[in-house]
């Protein structure tokens, strides 16, 4: 049982693109979590038969939040479920977060089975608001959410963006690690074991179809070239992988940190495969030297 249980819904945007990917966002607040002592359950449905049964062995008296991220569409569906058959279980407070929450909290309020919602990145808020749960604090007090108190929305103060050297590590072992790592599914179809690093998240440009501009205020973050080398290579030697996504908004947009990623990867002997995204614009800027090192 744990003191915390997330859940990822199914979604069909991943096999809509041909692969199969980890609930990396879960992931990555999970490790916060634990970082900060919190014992956490995660239930992935797309590797748990039963999930429910799977909820009901995470669920105790110690739990206090049930978090469930979404995006528009299909795994709507699936939050509700979820959220349906949690609050037969436990008084624990529902928690939604994710894209479509934090980009339509007052809609998503709306809704009798949301208690809470955590508004855009979660590592930092997530833990304080565990701790306000866990103390009987005012909501109030917590930045970055939103919720219902007496018939009004309540939307605390914006956190500050956190700075993306402090992650930790994605925390891989709450989930079936061997079916995102092997060859059941790849966002490039030649890669044989690859997993995924977050490696900056935002983006200075102002696509009009895209999230960011709300999302992520149109700034962009970026771990350390350091730090991404040092994720990697954990994960390259822990998982045996010889490929690894590094999941980004516009992970051109600092030359000079993708030399020093790219160098570092061939001064580690890593010999590894990997996959980004960009903007076009952005990757045309570069010089040959550049592209020859990515190459490598």
């Not at 797309?46 to 569409?73: K, Y």
């Not at 009987?136 to 970055?144: F, M, Y």
């Not at 993708?258 to 570069?286: A, E, K, S, Y």
């Amino acid at each position: 049982m744990a003191q915390v249980v997330l859940f990822r819904p199914k979604e069909w945007y991943s096999q809509a693109l041909s692969c199969i990917r980890a609930p990396l966002g879960l992931l990555y607040l999970a490790a916060a979590l634990r970082d900060a002592g919190i014992s956490v359950a995660l239930i992935d449905t797309d590797t748990t038969d039963d999930w429910q049964h799977a909820v009901s062995d995470a669920v105790g008296p110690e739990t206090v939040l049930a978090g469930v991220g979404t995006m528009t569409g299909y795994q709507i569906g699936g939050a509700l479920e979820f959220a349906r058959y949690v609050r037969g279980l436990t008084d624990a407070r529902i928690v939604w977060g994710g894209l479509h929450p934090s980009l339509m909290p007052e809609q998503t309020l709306a809704h009798e089975k949301v208690d809470v919602i955590v508004i855009g990145e979660a590592e930092q808020t997530l833990v304080s608001l565990v701790r306000c749960l866990q103390s009987d604090g005012d909501l109030a007090d917590v930045p970055g959410i939103c919720f219902m108190r007496d018939g009004q929305i309540l939307r605390t103060p914006t956190p500050d963006f956190i700075d993306m050297d402090t992650l930790a590590q994605p925390a891989y072992d709450l989930v079936d690690v061997e079916h995102y790592a092997s060859i059941a599914g790849k966002v490039v179809k030649d890669f044989r074991r690859c997993l995924e690093v977050n490696t900056d998240r935002g983006c200075p440009r102002r696509c009009a179809f895209c999230y960011n501009t709300s999302f992520n205020r149109r700034r962009w973050r970026a771990m350390s070239a350091a730090k991404v080398l040092d994720h990697t290579e954990t994960l390259v030697h822990r998982y045996n992988l010889d490929s690894v996504n590094f999941v980004a908004d516009n992970f051109c947009v600092d030359p000079r940190r993708v030399r020093d990623i790219c160098q570092g990867l061939i001064d580690r002997d890593l010999h590894i495969l990997w996959h980004t995204d960009m903007r076009i614009d952005t990757f045309l800027r570069f010089d040959d030297d550049i592209l020859e090192l990515m190459k490598r």
